[in-house]
């Protein structure tokens, strides 16, 4: 019993992390069609820029209100380089959808190179809390409290997210340029404003799963964002492209998944498994668990 | 009443088809090409800064034989997205597919070589045919995702090392004992180059016939207006699936000369990276074009290799560390021009001649 709870458990530290990293990809794929190979790097910068303030800022530190400073700092640097990136790059490619990919895809190529060059392409040991690293009894399961932390950011940003887009004007302007982006300018919307504001919310939530996969990991590298970004895509189609509820669902079942199967099956096993749940989603419902039909 | 007599009417420059002095020799370009690549081997010139050595030896010509594997592979890949449109993020699986099926059926299996070739080309085509025909199924940016993924589980399944096969992160050196011996040792890396040359040739012929073929202009067909071609009685799913299949075994092939001229197969060719890569060589060179794509690879596998020597050269590090950091990092460079060509020649290589000359023309001082 204890072993499938912590199972559940770390699968949802997992499910978390995929959470904060698809959920900006979507609702950017949602509105702008931009299929955004780029949001690596956001979460890239998020995770070196705790990890450098967490060295360098005055103020910040690996411990206590320091280390809620550092990944501030962290947050705030991968929402800049997500707003710059939207206004100095996508922006100008508006409407075409391929340049869009190939431009992300170079940014992604060059964005890792550049913190490779920076900061070395070994892994670098995260400054975290101790108390991230002790574990919390739960029902029997020793769950390392770093995962535990994953699951309430993803919870709260999950909320803050959808309240965002509930009960304020922006995002109902995000929710109507999702469902038709065309009757929104129509109607004399700038919906440009709202891709910037997608744009840093994305990079906001991507930077975020950045310096909190560190604490989870205990170290941070350059390609770290690659390979989670690869699962996020998968959690973006099975969810349906533009729903963050979509999302969530995704993550969750794909979290549990290849925790479950990597340990009752072969390590590996699960993640391909995830893959084939990824086919015979868009053979049996292309449009994801709820979303908008995938076309380009 | 006076008519006025009106000037001839002029056509403009630009209209007129110019006979350039190249004209008659422009069909035959391709085959001077090939020929002075296929008599290389034999100059011992050195040109220093851009090979290091003479063009003859063994280091050279491997670095060569690389460059032309890659222009062939960018060719192939150029099938899938300049000339049908399809952005596939996958590629990478049947040049892997290649690379690792030969590996192992010579060095686990004991296979020999032309047998191995054979097995390994055709499996990578049914694998691209079974893997395209699930992938077809979506259009667009879900296609560029399901591939993405597919090509996931490929290194995957590379890098767990299941039942011991693939050698994990270690990678997999080739067993050379059972190879003919013109292809193998340093001294008769010419004739892996020879056969490097001879995939490319394969390649770009075989890309060519297709594009010319009815089939090839169903292709663009599909990459301008696939409802179009729908609304003409044919079925998009086919021809993509063909386009998809044969570009698969294409990359197959590619995979099969690269372990020979790399001697081994280590599980970076199955990332992502390399399929990223081939985008950017093909976008580079010029999609839809007929030598863009190979350019665009050869000239990237290029910098790829050079760069690094590049990046550690003393001019290089003595800059200061904000500008000779990046400088050290091939990929930093290389998608920064990527994403430059991107804005600024869209058209690649390829379209830089047209627009360079229409520059000129309008430059030209007025007679």
């Not at chain 1, 769950?143 to 535990?148: A, R």
């Not at chain 1, 205990?218 to 390609?223: A, E, K, M």
């Not at chain 2, 627009?355 to 309008?362: A, G, I, K, V």
């Amino acid at each position: 019993m204890g072993t499938v709870i912590l199972l559940a458990l770390t699968g949802l530290g997992l499910a978390a992390l995929y959470f904060l990293v698809a959920s900006g990809l979507s609702l950017v794929f949602g509105l702008a069609d931009v299929l955004n190979f780029a949001h690596g790097l956001f979460l890239g910068v998020g995770a070196y820029g705790t990890w450098w303030a967490a060295g360098n800022l005055p103020g910040a530190g690996p411990d206590g209100f320091g280390f809620v400073l550092a990944v501030a700092f962290g947050v705030a640097a991968g929402t800049l380089v997500a707003i710059l990136v939207e206004l100095v790059l996508i922006r100008p490619l508006y409407s075409r959808t391929i340049e869009q990919v190939l431009v992300t895809v170079g940014l992604s190529l060059a964005g890792v190179a550049l913190l490779q060059a920076t900061w070395g392409a070994d892994a670098r040991p995260f400054p975290r809390p101790d108390w991230t690293r002790e574990v919390t009894g739960i029902l029997g399961a020793q769950v390392p409290n770093g995962g535990l932390l994953l699951i309430i950011a993803a919870v709260l940003v999950l909320g803050a997210i959808l309240a965002f887009l509930r009960w304020t004007r922006y995002g109902l302007v995000i929710r109507a340029g999702v469902e038709n982006r065309e009757m929104v300018t129509a109607l004399g919307i700038d919906v440009r404003k709202a891709f910037t504001l997608v744009f840093a919310i994305g990079g906001a939530a991507a930077a975020l799963a950045g310096a909190l996969g560190g604490v989870y990991f205990g170290t941070v590298s350059p390609g770290q964002g690659g390979s989670l970004l690869i699962f996020a895509f998968i959690v973006v189609v099975i969810g349906g492209m533009g729903s963050v509820v979509g999302s969530a669902y995704a993550a969750v079942v794909v979290g549990l998944v290849q925790q479950f199967v990597n340990y009752y099956g072969t390590s590996g096993l699960g993640d391909i498994c995830v893959v084939g749940l990824l086919a015979v989603v868009l053979l049996l419902r292309p449009q994801g668990i709820a979303g908008k039909v995938a076309t380009a | 009443m006076t008519v006025i007599d009106a000037p001839p009417a002029q056509v403009p420059d630009e209209l007129t088809p110019q006979r350039g002095r190249w004209h008659r020799v422009r069909p035959f370009l391709p085959l001077v090409a090939l020929v002075v690549l296929a008599i290389l081997p034999y100059s011992t010139i050195s040109l220093p800064g851009i090979f290091e050595g003479p063009v003859n030896s063994p280091g050279t010509l491997q670095l060569l034989a690389i460059c032309l594997i890659f222009g062939g592979l960018a060719a192939g890949y150029d099938l899938l997205f300049g000339r049908t449109g399809m952005l596939s993020f996958g590629h990478a699986l049947y040049f892997a597919a290649g690379v690792y099926g030969t590996d192992i059926l010579i060095t686990r299996a004991g296979l020999p070589l032309w047998q191995a070739a054979l097995l390994t080309v055709t499996g990578g085509t049914i694998l691209a045919a079974l893997l395209g025909a699930v992938a077809l199924r979506t259009v667009g940016i879900a296609f560029a995702m399901v591939t993405l993924a597919f090509a996931q589980v490929g290194a995957i399944l590379v890098a767990r090392d299941f039942g011991g096969l693939t050698g994990g992160e270690e990678g997999l050196p080739l067993d050379v004992s059972g190879l003919p011996a013109g292809l193998v040792g340093v001294t008769n890396t010419v004739n892996l180059y020879w056969l490097a040359l001879a995939y490319l040739t394969l390649v770009v012929f075989v890309v060519h016939r297709v594009s010319g073929s009815p089939t090839g202009r169903v292709l663009a067909g599909l990459r301008d207006d696939e409802r179009r071609i729908g609304v003409l009685g044919l079925d998009p799913y086919r021809y993509k699936l063909v386009a998809f299949t044969l570009a698969g075994g294409l990359a197959s092939a590619g995979g099969v000369v690269y372990v020979l001229i790399v001697g081994g197969a280590s599980p970076h060719i199955t990332s992502s990276e390399l399929t990223l890569s081939l985008l950017v060589m093909v976008v580079l060179g010029g999609p839809g074009t007929r030598w863009g794509p190979v350019l665009g690879g050869v000239l990237y596998m290029y910098l790829d290799h050079r760069l690094t020597a590049f990046g550690t050269s003393d001019a290089v590090d003595n800059l200061p560390a904000v500008l000779s950091r990046p400088l050290s990092q091939p990929l930093f460079v290389l998608g920064t021009v990527f994403i430059l060509a991107v804005y600024f020649f869209p058209g690649g290589m390829a379209g830089l001649a047209p627009r360079l000359s229409h520059l000129t023309r309008t430059l030209r001082p007025r007679r």
